[in-house]
Protein backbone atom coordinates (compact mmCIF):
# COMPACT_ATOMS: atom_id res chain seq x y z
CA UNK A 1 0.00 0.00 0.00
CA UNK A 2 1.20 3.88 -0.48
CA UNK A 3 2.73 5.33 2.30
CA UNK A 4 -0.03 7.26 3.69
CA UNK A 5 2.84 10.06 5.07
CA UNK A 6 3.34 10.98 1.78
CA UNK A 7 -0.21 12.50 1.54
CA UNK A 8 0.07 13.99 5.10
CA UNK A 9 0.22 17.71 5.71
CA UNK A 10 1.26 19.51 9.12
CA UNK A 11 -0.73 22.87 9.95
CA UNK A 12 0.35 24.84 12.59
CA UNK A 13 -1.98 25.94 15.26
CA UNK A 14 -1.44 29.97 16.96
CA UNK A 15 -2.57 31.21 19.79
CA UNK A 16 -4.34 34.84 20.06
CA UNK A 17 -0.83 36.18 19.48
CA UNK A 18 0.04 34.36 16.43
CA UNK A 19 2.45 31.94 18.61
CA UNK A 20 2.58 28.57 17.34
CA UNK A 21 1.81 26.43 20.02
CA UNK A 22 1.11 22.97 18.32
CA UNK A 23 0.19 21.41 15.29
CA UNK A 24 -2.42 19.39 13.77
CA UNK A 25 -1.91 16.39 10.73
CA UNK A 26 -4.26 16.22 7.69
CA UNK A 27 -4.27 13.76 4.92
CA UNK A 28 -5.39 15.43 1.10
CA UNK A 29 -8.50 14.60 -0.64
CA UNK A 30 -5.87 13.44 -3.74
CA UNK A 31 -3.80 10.30 -0.99
CA UNK A 32 -7.54 9.36 -0.14
CA UNK A 33 -8.06 8.69 -3.42
CA UNK A 34 -4.61 6.86 -4.09
CA UNK A 35 -4.71 4.66 -1.29
CA UNK A 36 -8.53 4.00 -2.04
CA UNK A 37 -7.68 2.72 -5.14
CA UNK A 38 -5.11 0.32 -3.78
CA UNK A 39 -7.69 -0.87 -1.79
CA UNK A 40 -9.47 -1.99 -5.13
CA UNK A 41 -12.10 1.07 -5.14
CA UNK A 42 -15.25 -0.30 -7.32
CA UNK A 43 -18.02 2.48 -6.49
CA UNK A 44 -18.28 6.33 -4.89
CA UNK A 45 -22.14 7.34 -4.63
CA UNK A 46 -23.24 10.25 -3.42
CA UNK A 47 -27.22 11.86 -1.96
CA UNK A 48 -27.91 15.17 -1.82
CA UNK A 49 -29.43 14.97 1.60
CA UNK A 50 -30.10 19.07 2.29
CA UNK A 51 -30.15 21.61 -0.69
CA UNK A 52 -28.72 24.97 0.82
CA UNK A 53 -31.14 27.79 1.59
CA UNK A 54 -31.96 30.71 3.53
CA UNK A 55 -34.09 28.90 5.74
CA UNK A 56 -30.67 26.26 6.66
CA UNK A 57 -27.93 28.79 7.03
CA UNK A 58 -27.16 27.88 3.36
CA UNK A 59 -26.23 24.13 4.76
CA UNK A 60 -25.63 21.41 2.26
CA UNK A 61 -25.07 18.37 3.14
CA UNK A 62 -24.31 15.34 1.37
CA UNK A 63 -23.80 11.45 2.37
CA UNK A 64 -21.80 9.36 0.41
CA UNK A 65 -20.79 5.47 0.05
CA UNK A 66 -17.64 3.84 -1.46
CA UNK A 67 -17.33 0.43 -2.51
CA UNK A 68 -14.12 -1.26 -2.07
CA UNK A 69 -12.75 -5.06 -2.33
CA UNK A 70 -13.41 -4.78 1.40
CA UNK A 71 -17.13 -3.82 1.53
CA UNK A 72 -19.09 -0.72 1.59
CA UNK A 73 -18.29 2.38 3.68
CA UNK A 74 -20.15 5.62 4.53
CA UNK A 75 -19.49 9.47 5.35
CA UNK A 76 -21.42 12.48 5.44
CA UNK A 77 -20.54 15.92 4.93
CA UNK A 78 -21.81 19.50 5.30
CA UNK A 79 -20.75 22.66 4.13
CA UNK A 80 -21.58 26.33 4.22
CA UNK A 81 -20.44 29.47 4.00
CA UNK A 82 -18.95 29.87 7.58
CA UNK A 83 -17.04 26.72 7.48
CA UNK A 84 -15.40 26.76 4.05
CA UNK A 85 -12.51 29.25 2.57
CA UNK A 86 -14.50 32.88 1.10
CA UNK A 87 -13.36 31.10 -2.63
CA UNK A 88 -15.64 27.91 -2.34
CA UNK A 89 -18.40 29.38 -0.83
CA UNK A 90 -20.74 29.60 -4.26
CA UNK A 91 -19.95 26.19 -4.31
CA UNK A 92 -21.11 24.86 -1.24
CA UNK A 93 -22.72 21.80 -2.50
CA UNK A 94 -19.41 20.52 -4.35
CA UNK A 95 -17.54 20.96 -0.80
CA UNK A 96 -20.39 19.44 1.14
CA UNK A 97 -20.21 16.40 -1.69
CA UNK A 98 -16.16 16.30 -1.14
CA UNK A 99 -16.04 16.31 2.26
CA UNK A 100 -18.65 13.50 2.29
CA UNK A 101 -16.42 11.14 -0.21
CA UNK A 102 -13.05 11.95 2.02
CA UNK A 103 -14.89 10.70 5.31
CA UNK A 104 -16.04 7.39 3.78
CA UNK A 105 -12.74 6.78 2.29
CA UNK A 106 -11.28 7.48 5.48
CA UNK A 107 -13.18 4.89 7.03
CA UNK A 108 -12.46 2.40 3.91
CA UNK A 109 -8.16 2.82 3.67
CA UNK A 110 -8.80 2.89 7.79
CA UNK A 111 -7.12 6.94 8.05
CA UNK A 112 -7.56 8.21 11.26
CA UNK A 113 -6.26 11.93 10.46
CA UNK A 114 -8.93 14.03 8.89
CA UNK A 115 -8.81 15.31 5.47
CA UNK A 116 -7.83 18.69 4.56
CA UNK A 117 -10.78 19.20 2.65
CA UNK A 118 -12.99 19.19 6.07
CA UNK A 119 -10.99 22.43 7.09
CA UNK A 120 -12.38 25.50 6.70
CA UNK A 121 -9.80 28.12 7.08
CA UNK A 122 -6.92 29.44 4.89
CA UNK A 123 -3.49 27.75 6.43
CA UNK A 124 -0.20 27.45 6.06
CA UNK A 125 1.23 24.12 5.85
CA UNK A 126 3.92 21.87 5.20
CA UNK A 127 3.17 19.50 3.23
CA UNK A 128 5.35 16.35 3.09
CA UNK A 129 6.44 14.73 -0.49
CA UNK A 130 7.58 11.65 -0.68
CA UNK A 131 11.56 11.42 -1.91
CA UNK A 132 13.14 8.98 -3.43
CA UNK A 133 15.00 7.78 -0.26
CA UNK A 134 11.91 6.18 2.32
CA UNK A 135 13.30 7.93 5.05
CA UNK A 136 13.70 11.33 3.91
CA UNK A 137 10.78 14.07 3.45
CA UNK A 138 10.92 17.21 1.63
CA UNK A 139 8.90 19.88 3.45
CA UNK A 140 7.57 22.83 1.15
CA UNK A 141 5.55 25.49 2.04
CA UNK A 142 2.26 25.97 0.64
CA UNK A 143 -1.14 28.39 0.96
CA UNK A 144 -3.77 26.08 2.08
CA UNK A 145 -7.29 26.34 0.57
CA UNK A 146 -9.78 23.61 1.58
CA UNK A 147 -9.48 21.97 -1.65
CA UNK A 148 -5.42 21.07 -2.49
CA UNK A 149 -4.30 20.17 -5.27
CA UNK A 150 -4.83 23.72 -7.32
CA UNK A 151 -2.45 24.68 -9.84
CA UNK A 152 1.11 25.68 -8.62
CA UNK A 153 0.28 29.30 -9.19
CA UNK A 154 -2.72 29.42 -6.33
CA UNK A 155 -4.47 30.76 -9.07
CA UNK A 156 -7.34 29.30 -10.74
CA UNK A 157 -6.92 28.42 -14.56
CA UNK A 158 -8.07 31.65 -16.92
CA UNK A 159 -11.68 30.33 -18.49
CA UNK A 160 -11.02 28.38 -22.21
CA UNK A 161 -13.58 30.75 -24.39
CA UNK A 162 -14.89 28.83 -27.34
CA UNK A 163 -14.85 25.54 -28.80
CA UNK A 164 -11.74 23.25 -28.76
CA UNK A 165 -11.00 21.72 -31.91
CA UNK A 166 -7.57 20.49 -30.71
CA UNK A 167 -8.41 19.04 -27.24
CA UNK A 168 -5.31 16.55 -27.59
CA UNK A 169 -3.18 19.55 -28.12
CA UNK A 170 -1.64 21.89 -25.72
CA UNK A 171 1.55 23.92 -25.10
CA UNK A 172 2.79 23.10 -21.72
CA UNK A 173 2.30 26.51 -20.35
CA UNK A 174 -1.21 26.67 -21.59
CA UNK A 175 -2.95 28.13 -18.29
CA UNK A 176 -6.39 28.13 -19.55
CA UNK A 177 -8.86 26.09 -17.68
CA UNK A 178 -9.16 22.28 -19.42
CA UNK A 179 -12.24 22.26 -21.84
CA UNK A 180 -15.47 20.54 -21.87
CA UNK A 181 -14.29 18.97 -25.02
CA UNK A 182 -11.19 17.58 -23.39
CA UNK A 183 -13.34 16.32 -20.25
CA UNK A 184 -15.30 14.78 -22.31
CA UNK A 185 -13.11 12.42 -24.59
CA UNK A 186 -11.05 12.05 -20.75
CA UNK A 187 -14.13 10.32 -19.46
CA UNK A 188 -15.11 8.34 -22.56
CA UNK A 189 -11.56 6.80 -21.89
CA UNK A 190 -11.95 6.51 -18.99
CA UNK A 191 -15.03 4.43 -19.86
CA UNK A 192 -13.36 2.43 -22.06
CA UNK A 193 -11.09 1.49 -19.80
CA UNK A 194 -13.75 -0.55 -17.73
CA UNK A 195 -14.57 2.10 -15.31
CA UNK A 196 -18.48 2.81 -14.33
CA UNK A 197 -20.44 5.91 -13.89
CA UNK A 198 -19.34 5.66 -10.52
CA UNK A 199 -15.57 5.24 -10.49
CA UNK A 200 -14.94 7.24 -13.84
CA UNK A 201 -14.77 10.91 -12.13
CA UNK A 202 -11.80 9.35 -9.38
CA UNK A 203 -9.96 7.75 -12.95
CA UNK A 204 -10.09 11.00 -14.78
CA UNK A 205 -8.96 13.28 -11.26
CA UNK A 206 -6.28 10.38 -10.72
CA UNK A 207 -5.02 11.20 -14.50
CA UNK A 208 -5.40 15.16 -14.52
CA UNK A 209 -3.38 15.14 -11.00
CA UNK A 210 -5.88 17.55 -9.48
CA UNK A 211 -8.37 17.37 -6.65
CA UNK A 212 -11.14 19.13 -8.52
CA UNK A 213 -12.24 19.34 -12.22
CA UNK A 214 -12.52 23.36 -11.93
CA UNK A 215 -8.21 23.56 -11.09
CA UNK A 216 -7.63 21.46 -14.16
CA UNK A 217 -5.70 23.36 -16.89
CA UNK A 218 -5.27 22.44 -20.55
CA UNK A 219 -1.71 21.24 -20.25
CA UNK A 220 -3.36 19.22 -17.26
CA UNK A 221 -5.75 17.69 -19.93
CA UNK A 222 -3.81 16.76 -22.24
CA UNK A 223 -1.23 15.24 -20.30
CA UNK A 224 -3.88 13.16 -18.90
CA UNK A 225 -5.38 12.42 -22.09
CA UNK A 226 -2.48 10.85 -23.46
CA UNK A 227 -1.89 9.18 -20.43
CA UNK A 228 -5.34 7.56 -20.60
CA UNK A 229 -4.45 6.67 -24.14
CA UNK A 230 -1.43 4.67 -23.35
CA UNK A 231 -3.21 2.59 -20.76
CA UNK A 232 -5.81 1.80 -23.19
CA UNK A 233 -3.47 0.99 -25.86
CA UNK A 234 -1.77 -1.45 -23.12
CA UNK A 235 -5.36 -2.85 -21.83
CA UNK A 236 -6.19 -3.52 -25.65
CA UNK A 237 -2.68 -4.87 -26.28
CA UNK A 238 -2.62 -7.50 -23.02
CA UNK A 239 -5.98 -8.65 -24.47
CA UNK A 240 -4.75 -9.84 -27.59
CA UNK A 241 -1.52 -11.30 -26.52
CA UNK A 242 -3.99 -13.48 -23.95
CA UNK A 243 -6.20 -14.07 -27.00
CA UNK A 244 -3.21 -15.41 -28.83
CA UNK A 245 -1.32 -17.46 -26.31
CA UNK A 246 -5.06 -19.16 -26.09
CA UNK A 247 -5.69 -19.91 -29.19
CA UNK A 248 -1.78 -21.39 -29.57
CA UNK A 249 -2.53 -23.56 -26.25
CA UNK A 250 -5.33 -24.93 -28.24
Known sequence: MLRKEGFIVHIPIKDEHGRVVGEVEAITYKG?????????????????????DESNGRTAIVAASVRTRKGVFGG????????VNRRI???IIRMAETRAIARALRIAVNVGEVSLEEL???????????????????????????????????AAPERFRGRDDHPTEAA????????????????????????????????????????????ATRADASRAIDALKRALAQKKGNGKSNHGDESHAA
Open 89 to 91: APH
Open 32 to 52: LLALAHEEGLKAVRTKLVQVP
Open 172 to 215: PADRRAMTDEQKKLAFRLAYDLGESRETAAARVLDALKVERFEY
Open 120 to 154: GEDLTVQVEQETTAPAAAERTQVQSAPSPGRPTSN
Open 76 to 83: VGDANPSN
